[in-house]
C-alpha cells in the first residue's frame, strides 16, 4: 500500500437480515441451495459497496458467504465430525458443542478460492482474506486422533497454507490468519504457536498479517475482559516475538480497550493495523474519536506503518451501527492524513 494511513476492518460485517439472523453468531442460513449460492454473492457485492462508500481502503468479504470466521473453514475439512460434537471450553472462558477431530486433517477442496475470485472480479481496490490461525483452529474443535495440539496445528497450518496461496494466486493482496487464541495460551504461543503461524505463510506472493484481539462483543468476552484488570498487558506476551517473525502486519485491539499504546512500541518496524473502532459496544465512534486514538498511535509507529482498522469483527452488530462506525473509521482516518500533510500533528 502507497496511501498514507489506508484504512480496512479486522474481520466479519453484519450480513443482511434476508440471508441470516441479524445479530447472532453462528446464524443459520436463511437460503438454501442455489437461492444461498446467489445470496452469498448478493451479500458480497452489498458489503463490497458499503465498505467503499465509507471509505475503507483495504477492503474484504466481510465474511459474508461464512457463518463462523473459524467453524466454516473447518467444515469443508475431511477428518472433522460435525454431527457428534462434544462440549469443550473455548478460549479458556466459555463452553460450546465443538466439531470432532476423528482422523487425520486433509484439504479436501478449495474454501473461499471461488469467492475471493468473484470479489476480485468486483474491484481493483487491495484485498485482505481472513483465515483462521492454527492455534485458534485446534482451540475451537475437540481432538480424539493426534493427542497433542501442536502436531494438529502443523497438520491445520499446511492446509491453511495450501488456500493460502490460492487465494494469493485469485488476487488477494494480504491473507490474514485470526489468533485471538494468541491472547490466551501463551506458553503455546512461545513453544509452538509463532512456529504454526510462520508455517501457514511460509511462501506466500501477497503480504500477511495476524490478527490478535479480545473478542467478539459478546458476553462471555466482556465478562472475560472485566477481570483483565486496569491494564491489559497480554500483547507483552506476544509482541516480541512476532517483531521477529516472519509475519507482515500485525492487527490488534486499541479503542476502549485498556491496552497501554505503549506496547505498540514492542513491534515497531511492522506494519500495525490499529483498531480505532469499538466492536463492543453499539455506540457510534465520531470521526474525532478515531483520529485521537490514531494520533496515539502515532506516538508509536510511523505513519508509514499506521493502518486505522476496527478491534475485530462486527457481525455482532445491527448493520446500520456497523456502516456508520465504518464511514467514522473512514473519516477519522482522513483527518489525521490531512494533518499529517500540512505538518499540523504534533
Known sequence: MTALLPTSTAGSLPKPSW???????????????GELAEGKRDALRLSLAEQQAAGIDIVSDGEQTRQHFVTTFIENLGGVDFENRRVMTIRDRYEAAVPVVVEAVTRKQAVFVEDA????????????????????????????????????????????????????????????????????????VKSWGIAALERA??????????????????????????????EWRQYEETFPRLR?????????????????????ELVRGKKLMVGAI??????????????????????????????????????????TVARA?????????????????EGSLG
Not at 204 to 226: M, Q
Not at 331 to 341: D, H, Q
Open 19 to 33: 440471508l441470516a439472523q441479524p445479530e447472532t453468531l453462528w446464524s443459520p442460513w436463511k437460503l438454501d441451495d
Open 117 to 188: 475470485a468473484f470479489l476480485r472480479q468486483h474491484t481493483d481496490a487491495p484485498i485482505k482474506w481472513a483465515l483462521p490461525g492454527p492455534m485458534t483452529m485446534v482451540d475451537t474443535l475437540y481432538d480424539a486422533h493426534y493427542g497433542s495440539r501442536r502436531d494438529l496445528a502443523w497438520e491445520f497450518a499446511a492446509i491453511l497454507n495450501q488456500e493460502a496461496k490460492e487465494l494469493a494466486a485469485a488476487g488477494v493482496d494480504i491473507v490474514q490468519f485470526d489468533e485471538p487464541a494468541f491472547n490466551v495460551f501463551f506458553d503455546d
Open 201 to 230: 505463510a511460509e511462501g506466500l506472493e501477497c503480504e500477511t498479517a495476524v490478527h490478535i484481539c479480545y473478542g467478539y462483543g459478546i458476553e462471555a468476552n466482556t465478562d472475560w475482559k472485566k477481570t483483565l484488570g486496569s
Open 244 to 264: 521477529e517473525a516472519s509475519i507482515d502486519i500485525v492487527s490488534l485491539e486499541c479503542h476502549n480497550s485498556h491496552v497501554p499504546m505503549e506496547l505498540l
Open 278 to 319: 469499538d466492536v463492543a459496544s453499539p455506540a457510534v465512534e465520531t470521526p474525532q474519536d478515531v483520529a485521537t486514538t490514531l494520533r496515539n498511535a502515532l506516538q508509536f509507529v510511523d505513519p508509514d506503518q499506521l493502518w486505522p482498522s476496527t478491534n475485530c469483527g462486527m457481525a455482532p452488530l445491527p448493520r
Open 325 to 341: 462506525k465504518l464511514a467514522a473509521l473512514g473519516a477519522g482516518a482522513e483527518i489525521v492524513r490531512r494533518e499529517l500533510s
